[in-house]
């Protein structure tokens, strides 16, 4: 049978917009350092970690680690945590400042071990993944999840567009088309919140939420 030239070109396409976000973080991986490094994320730390079920310490993959401080903050409470990141630079920079183990894989190709992780940490990362290749993805992290293990994502909130912004390339959906990606892909849902916390809604960009792998 002859491969399918729609399907190739998607995904040509899909990969010049994936390889042209990641040449975005080479180019200003030191800048992203000095500007996220200090962001308090513990909401979402907490929120993680409180929905896994299985005994800690806990199993983590940081999905879109970037210069690694997420991994720092899991180690240090005690977890063993792994990083993930298509830029080769974010990538240098999380082992070096977390000690971690990080592992350089373009997200619309992730090749991560079955059954691994009791849960996930996307902060940030998964909204740069376009439409077309999200549901393939969805299905490589709930395959890496032990059975019950749990994701965590927090994107950008919209109105369920996608394209260019500067540089890097995003797709920002409301709740319930996010639910729909995630239930497509076997997920169930456990709860979702705005950030950041106690500010009216139109000042809550950010669209957190936690799925679990029912295994």
């Known amino acids: 049978m002859e491969p399918d030239k729609d399907t190739e070109q998607d995904a040509d396409k899909i990969a010049r917009i994936t390889q042209a976000t990641l040449q975005h973080y080479e180019r200003s991986a030191q800048q992203f350092f000095e500007g996220t490094r200090d962001h308090d994320v513990s909401q979402n730390v907490s929120a993680l970690l409180g929905a896994i079920r299985s005994p800690a310490p806990y199993r983590i993959l940081d999905l879109g680690c970037g210069p690694g401080r997420d991994l720092r903050t899991f180690t240090g409470l005690g977890h063993s945590a792994v990083g993930v990141d298509g830029s080769a630079e974010f990538v240098r920079m999380a082992r070096a400042w977390s000690g971690c183990e990080v592992w350089q894989q373009d997200f619309v190709r992730l090749d991560l ?73 076997g997920f169930e849902a456990l709860g979702h919140y705005y950030r950041p916390p106690g500010l009216p809604r139109d000042e809550q960009p950010w669209l957190a939420s936690l799925w679990r792998n029912p295994g």
């Open 113 to 185: 071990p079955a059954a691994e992780f009791d849960g996930i940490f996307a902060n940030a990362s998964l909204f740069h993944i376009p439409s077309a290749a999200l549901p393939d993805v969805l299905l490589r992290l709930r395959a890496a999840l032990k059975p019950g293990g749990v994701l965590f994502s927090s994107n950008p909130r919209g109105d369920n567009r996608e394209g260019w912004s500067g540089p890097r390339y995003g797709s920002y959906y409301d709740y319930e088309t996010w639910e729909r990606f995630l239930t497509a892909a």
